[in-house]
C-alpha cells in the first residue's frame, strides 16, 4: 500500500546576505493514514521549516526548494500554484503556533471559518454558515454562534486556538501541520487543546504532524518521532523506543536535559555543552560533532546518512552509536 | 528566632484601568496581586509558579520597587521598603537584584560587555576602574563565558549567552537575592539546562537566595526548596517542594501538577489528568469567593455554596499552607 505522505530528500536553502543557509537539508520520511508523527528539535533545527515546504509555502526568493513529495499519490512538489491552493486547507490543513498572529484580526471568526467552505467546498455563504458553527461546537467552544459574529480579539488564547483547529478541520482533512499548537498556551488549557486534538483523529482518521520542541508534548501524543538537527533527521522510530533506549547521541543528551517532575534532583540536571551550529556556516562532519560526547575521529569529516538501524521502523544519523547499521550499508 | 531576608505581607498591586469618572477617579481596577504573602530566608529559595495573567511577574516586580506597591509590606531584613524614596533605596538595589525573561529585550545592544558589567560596579561605588575592570572578567568567568569577549555586543552571542551576561550583571553588586523572572522560559532545553545548573551553582558559591518566577513546575523543582502556587493574583497553596508534588493539597495544584506532559510514552498513557474546563477568568471582575471556584473540579465536595461566597483564607498547618475550603 502506498502511504498517504512520502518525503524525499526535501531541502530548503536561504540565500542571504550571509550566505547560504541550509534551513532543512535532506529530509526523508513517510506518514501512513491516521498515525502522528512528532518532529522534534530545538529552535532553528528545521522543522517549521520542513513543515511549510510540504505545502509549497516557503517564499522564493530567498528560498530555494528541491526533493520530492507524494501526497495520496500525487506529486505535489511538481503541482502549479492554484492546484497547489486547491490542497491547502482542504486535503491538508494547518495549525499554526500563533493562534493570534495567524487569524485575520479584521475578519470576523464566521468570515474566516465560512470562506474555507465557500472556496474548497463550493457551498453557499448561509450553509457554509450553519456548517461553521457546528465545527465551533466540535471544538467544544460554548455559544458558536455568538462566536461567529465575534472579532479574534475578543476570544481568549485556548478559545482562538480551538477555532485554529475547527478551521484546520473544515475540510475534514486528511493531514494536519500542527506547528507548535499548544506552545503559546498554559498547561492546564494545553492539556484541554491535546485532548481534542486526539479526540479529532480519532473521529477523522486524520494524520498528523506534530511540530514541537516539548518532549512531553510527543510522548503523549504521537506515535512516531522523529528528532531534528541542524536541518536534518538524526533519529527516528516508535516513540516508545525513542524514549526508551535512545541511540543517537543527540537524542540521548536531548532526552537528558529535560527536566522532569519525577527526576532526581540532588544531582545537576545533564545538559549539552556548546550550542547548535551556525546553519550559514556548517562543519563538514556531522553537525552534532562539535557538542557531542561520543565524538570519533571520523565525525569531523563525512557527514552520516540516516540508516535503518535495529528495527525496520527505526532510523538514526549516527554510525558510532549504531555500528551494526552502518555495516549492512556498506556491504 | 533570627529575622527572614525578605518578608512579604499581605501585597497587593491593583492597576487603574479604562476610563476615569468626572472626578478623575478610575472606574475599574484590575487586581493583578491581591493579597500575596510569604518570606524566604537567607539563602533559601522559594518558586512562585502559576500560569501567564495570575500576576507572578507583577509580584516578582513589585517586590523590587519597580511598580510601587497598591498595600501591603516588603520587608528587606526588617527593612520596609515600599516606602524608601529613590535615594533610599540604592544600598537595597544592591543587595536584591533581578534576572529578566527575555535576554534579547534585557540588555542594551548598543553597550559592550563590558560596559554592561561595569555599569552596576561604577553605580555602587565598588572599586577603582582597574579592580573593576578585574572583576568584570572574573563575573565573566564565573557564569561561564570566555573573559577575551569582553569587548563584544549582545548580538554576537546565542541567547544561552545572553543569559549569562544577565546573570553576570545581576551577580556584580554581591547581591543577597536575586529575583528571577523566567530565566529560563526562551531558551531552548539543552541550554536550559545548562542555566539551570549555573544558577544553582551559582547559589552555593555565594550563598544567595532566590525568589524564581516559572510556569515550568519541573524548572522551579530542581531550582526550589520551597514553592508557592499562585492564581488569580493570590497564593492558592505553599509547601516544601517534596510535599508539594507528593502530595497537592489544592485542587488548582492537582490540575496544574496533572496537566504538565512527562516526557516518557509509559506514564504519559496510564496516568489520569485532571483536565480542567474553562479559561482562567480576568483579573478585571474576578469571581466571588474563591478564585479557582469556577474551574474547580472538587467544588462539589464542599458544602453549600461556601466556594463562591467566601474568599478562603491562606491557613497554615505546619510546613505548609493553603487557600481552600475543602476539609
Same mark, same amino acid.
Given at each position: 500500500?502506498? %502511504?498517504?505522505?512520502?518525503?524525499?530528500?526535501?531541502?530548503?536553502?536561504?540565500?542571504?546576505?550571509?550566505?547560504?543557509?541550509?534551513?532543512?537539508?535532506?529530509?526523508?520520511?513517510?506518514?501512513?493514514?491516521?498515525?502522528?508523527?512528532?518532529?522534534?528539535?530545538?529552535?532553528?533545527?528545521?522543522?517549521?521549516?520542513?513543515?511549510?515546504?510540504?505545502?509549497? /509555502?516557503?517564499?522564493? %526568493?530567498?528560498?530555494?526548494?528541491?526533493?520530492?513529495?507524494?501526497?495520496?499519490?500525487?506529486?505535489?512538489?511538481?503541482?502549479?500554484?492554484?492546484?497547489?491552493?486547491?490542497?491547502?486547507?482542504?486535503?491538508?490543513?494547518?495549525?499554526?503556533?500563533?493562534?493570534?498572529?495567524?487569524?485575520?484580526?479584521?475578519?470576523?471568526?464566521? #468570515?474566516?471559518?465560512?470562506?474555507?467552505?465557500?472556496?474548497?467546498?463550493?457551498?453557499?455563504?448561509?450553509?457554509?454558515?450553519?456548517?461553521?458553527?457546528?465545527?465551533?461546537?466540535?471544538?467544544?467552544?460554548?455559544?458558536?454562534?455568538?462566536?461567529?459574529?465575534?472579532?479574534?480579539?475578543?476570544?481568549?488564547?485556548?478559545?482562538?486556538?480551538?477555532?485554529? $483547529?475547527?478551521?484546520?478541520?473544515?475540510?475534514?482533512? #486528511?493531514?494536519?501541520?500542527?506547528?507548535?499548537?499548544?506552545?503559546?498556551?498554559?498547561?492546564?488549557?494545553?492539556?484541554?487543546?491535546?485532548?481534542?486534538?486526539?479526540? @479529532?483523529?480519532? *473521529?477523522?482518521?486524520?494524520?498528523?504532524?506534530?511540530?514541537?520542541?516539548?518532549?512531553?508534548?510527543?510522548?503523549?501524543?504521537?506515535?512516531?518521532?522523529? @528528532?531534528?538537527?541542524?536541518?536534518?533527521?538524526? =533519529? +527516528?522510530?516508535?516513540?516508545?523506543?525513542?524514549?526508551?533506549?535512545?541511540?543517537?547521541?543527540?537524542?540521548?543528551?536531548?532526552?537528558?536535559?529535560?527536566?522532569?517532575?519525577?527526576?532526581?534532583?540532588?544531582? =545537576?540536571?545533564?545538559?549539552?555543552?556548546?550550542?547548535?551550529?551556525?546553519?550559514?556556516?556548517? %562543519?563538514?562532519?556531522?553537525?552534532?560533532?562539535?557538542?557531542?560526547?561520543?565524538?570519533?575521529?571520523?565525525?569531523?569529516?563525512?557527514?552520516?546518512?540516516?540508516?535503518?538501524?535495529?528495527?525496520?521502523?527505526? &532510523?538514526?544519523?549516527?554510525?558510532?552509536?549504531?555500528? &551494526?547499521?552502518?555495516?549492512?550499508?556498506?556491504? | 528566632?533570627?529575622?527572614?531576608?525578605?518578608?512579604?505581607?499581605?501585597?497587593?498591586?491593583?492597576?487603574?484601568?479604562?476610563?476615569?469618572?468626572?472626578?478623575?477617579?478610575?472606574?475599574?481596577?484590575?487586581?493583578?496581586?491581591?493579597?500575596?504573602?510569604? *518570606?524566604?530566608?537567607?539563602?533559601?529559595?522559594?518558586?512562585?509558579?502559576? =500560569?501567564?495573567?495570575?500576576?507572578?511577574?507583577?509580584?516578582?516586580?513589585?517586590?523590587?520597587?519597580?511598580?510601587?506597591?497598591?498595600?501591603?509590606?516588603?520587608?528587606?531584613?526588617?527593612?520596609?521598603?515600599?516606602?524608601?524614596? &529613590?535615594?533610599?533605596?540604592?544600598?537595597?538595589?544592591?543587595?536584591?537584584?533581578?534576572?529578566? *525573561?527575555?535576554?534579547?529585550?534585557?540588555?542594551?545592544?548598543?553597550?559592550?560587555?563590558?560596559? $554592561?558589567?561595569?555599569?552596576?560596579?561604577?553605580?555602587?561605588? /565598588?572599586?577603582?576602574?582597574?579592580?573593576?575592570?578585574?572583576?568584570?572578567?572574573?563575573?565573566?568567568?564565573?557564569?561561564?563565558?570566555?573573559?577575551?569577549?569582553?569587548? #563584544?555586543?549582545?548580538?554576537?552571542?546565542?541567547?544561552?549567552?545572553? *543569559?549569562?551576561?544577565?546573570?553576570?550583571?545581576?551577580?556584580?553588586?554581591?547581591?543577597?537575592?536575586?529575583?528571577?523572572?523566567?530565566?529560563?522560559?526562551?531558551?531552548? !532545553?539543552?541550554?536550559?539546562?545548562?542555566? !539551570?545548573?549555573?544558577?544553582?551553582?551559582?547559589?552555593?558559591?555565594?550563598?544567595?537566595?532566590?525568589?524564581?518566577?516559572?510556569?515550568?513546575?519541573?524548572?522551579?523543582?530542581?531550582?526550589?526548596?520551597? $514553592?508557592?502556587?499562585?492564581?488569580?493574583?493570590?497564593?492558592?497553596?505553599?509547601?516544601? #517542594?517534596? +510535599?508539594?508534588?507528593?502530595?497537592?493539597?489544592?485542587?488548582?495544584?492537582?490540575?496544574?501538577?496533572?496537566?504538565?506532559?512527562?516526557?516518557?510514552?509509559?506514564?504519559?498513557?496510564?496516568? =489520569?489528568? $485532571?483536565?480542567?474546563?474553562?479559561?482562567?477568568?480576568?483579573?478585571?471582575?474576578?469571581?466571588?469567593?474563591?478564585?479557582?471556584?469556577? &474551574?474547580?473540579?472538587?467544588?462539589?465536595?464542599?458544602?453549600?455554596?461556601?466556594?463562591?461566597?467566601?474568599?478562603?483564607?491562606?491557613?497554615?498547618?505546619?510546613?505548609?499552607?493553603?487557600?481552600?475550603?475543602?476539609?
Amino acid at each position: 500500500m502506498m %502511504p498517504l505522505l512520502s518525503v524525499k530528500d526535501l531541502a530548503v536553502r536561504f540565500e542571504t546576505h550571509d550566505g547560504v543557509v541550509r534551513a532543512v537539508d535532506g529530509v526523508s520520511f513517510e506518514m501512513e493514514e491516521g498515525e502522528t508523527l512528532g518532529l522534534v528539535g530545538e529552535s532553528g533545527s528545521g522543522k517549521s521549516v520542513t513543515n511549510l515546504a510540504l505545502l509549497g /509555502l516557503i517564499p522564493s %526568493p530567498p528560498g530555494v526548494m528541491s526533493g520530492v513529495v507524494h501526497f495520496d499519490g500525487q506529486e505535489i512538489t511538481k503541482l502549479s500554484e492554484p492546484d497547489l491552493r486547491k490542497i491547502r486547507g482542504n486535503r491538508i490543513a494547518m495549525i499554526f503556533q500563533d493562534p493570534m498572529t495567524s487569524l485575520n484580526p479584521l475578519l470576523t471568526i464566521g #468570515r474566516q471559518l465560512t470562506e474555507v467552505l465557500e472556496l474548497h467546498k463550493g457551498m453557499k455563504y448561509a450553509q457554509a454558515l450553519r456548517q461553521s458553527a457546528a465545527a465551533l461546537g466540535e471544538v467544544g467552544l460554548a455559544e458558536p454562534e455568538k462566536r461567529l459574529a465575534q472579532y479574534p480579539h475578543e476570544l481568549s488564547g485556548g478559545m482562538r486556538q480551538r477555532v485554529m $483547529i475547527a478551521m484546520g478541520l473544515l475540510c475534514e482533512p #486528511r493531514l494536519l501541520l500542527a506547528d507548535e499548537p499548544t506552545t503559546a498556551l498554559d498547561v492546564t488549557i494545553q492539556a484541554q487543546i491535546l485532548e481534542l486534538m486526539a479526540e @479529532v483523529q480519532k *473521529q477523522h482518521g486524520t494524520a498528523i504532524i506534530l511540530v514541537t520542541h516539548d518532549l512531553g508534548v510527543v510522548a503523549g501524543s504521537a506515535d512516531r518521532v522523529a @528528532v531534528m538537527y541542524a536541518g536534518r533527521i538524526v =533519529e +527516528e522510530g516508535p516513540t516508545q523506543d525513542i524514549f526508551n533506549s535512545p541511540v543517537h547521541p543527540y537524542t540521548k543528551g536531548l532526552l537528558s536535559s529535560v527536566p522532569r517532575l519525577d527526576s532526581d534532583t540532588s544531582c =545537576e540536571l545533564s545538559s549539552i555543552p556548546g550550542s547548535p551550529p551556525d546553519l550559514a556556516e556548517m %562543519p563538514p562532519g556531522c553537525a552534532f560533532a562539535p557538542r557531542c560526547p561520543e565524538v570519533q575521529p571520523e565525525c569531523l569529516l563525512t557527514q552520516p546518512d540516516l540508516l535503518s538501524s535495529g528495527s525496520p521502523q527505526s &532510523r538514526n544519523a549516527c554510525p558510532i552509536a549504531s555500528p &551494526r547499521a552502518s555495516r549492512e550499508a556498506s556491504s | 528566632m533570627s529575622q527572614p531576608l525578605l518578608k512579604v505581607q499581605d501585597l497587593t498591586k491593583h492597576f487603574p484601568v479604562g476610563p476615569r469618572t468626572i472626578f478623575g477617579k478610575p472606574e475599574q481596577f484590575l487586581r493583578a496581586v491581591d493579597g500575596v504573602s510569604f *518570606q524566604i530566608e537567607k539563602g533559601g529559595s522559594l518558586g512562585l509558579v502559576g =500560569e501567564s495573567g495570575c500576576g507572578k511577574s507583577t509580584c516578582a516586580r513589585t517586590i523590587v520597587g519597580l511598580h510601587p506597591a497598591t498595600s501591603g509590606s516588603v520587608r528587606y531584613e526588617g527593612v520596609e521598603l515600599t516606602s524608601l524614596s &529613590r535615594r533610599e533605596w540604592l544600598p537595597y538595589r544592591r543587595k536584591i537584584q533581578m534576572i529578566f *525573561q527575555d535576554p534579547y529585550a534585557s540588555l542594551d545592544p548598543r553597550q559592550t560587555v563590558a560596559q $554592561i558589567l561595569n555599569e552596576p560596579l561604577k553605580l555602587f561605588g /565598588l572599586g577603582r576602574p582597574r579592580e573593576r575592570r578585574l572583576r568584570v572578567l572574573a563575573l565573566l568567568e564565573a557564569v561561564g563565558l570566555n573573559p577575551r569577549h569582553v569587548q #563584544r555586543y549582545p548580538h554576537e552571542f546565542s541567547g544561552g549567552q545572553r *543569559q549569562r551576561i544577565g546573570i553576570a550583571r545581576a551577580l556584580a553588586g554581591e547581591p543577597d537575592l536575586i529575583v528571577c523572572d523566567e530565566p529560563v522560559s526562551a531558551l531552548d !532545553v539543552s541550554i536550559q539546562a545548562q542555566i !539551570v545548573n549555573l544558577l544553582s551553582e551559582l547559589r552555593e558559591r555565594f550563598d544567595l537566595a532566590y525568589l524564581f518566577i516559572a510556569h515550568d513546575l519541573a524548572v522551579v523543582r530542581h531550582l526550589c526548596e520551597r $514553592i508557592a502556587v499562585m492564581y488569580l493574583g493570590r497564593l492558592v497553596e505553599e509547601a516544601p #517542594r517534596d +510535599e508539594l508534588f507528593k502530595n497537592p493539597a489544592h485542587p488548582y495544584t492537582k490540575a496544574l501538577l496533572s496537566a504538565v506532559p512527562y516526557p516518557d510514552p509509559e506514564v504519559e498513557r496510564t496516568r =489520569e489528568r $485532571i483536565v480542567l474546563g474553562g479559561d482562567v477568568p480576568s483579573p478585571l471582575t474576578p469571581p466571588s469567593g474563591c478564585p479557582f471556584h469556577p &474551574r474547580c473540579h472538587q467544588v462539589g465536595d464542599v458544602s453549600g455554596d461556601r466556594c463562591s461566597r467566601e474568599v478562603p483564607a491562606l491557613v497554615h498547618e505546619g510546613q505548609r499552607s493553603r487557600a481552600c475550603h475543602l476539609d
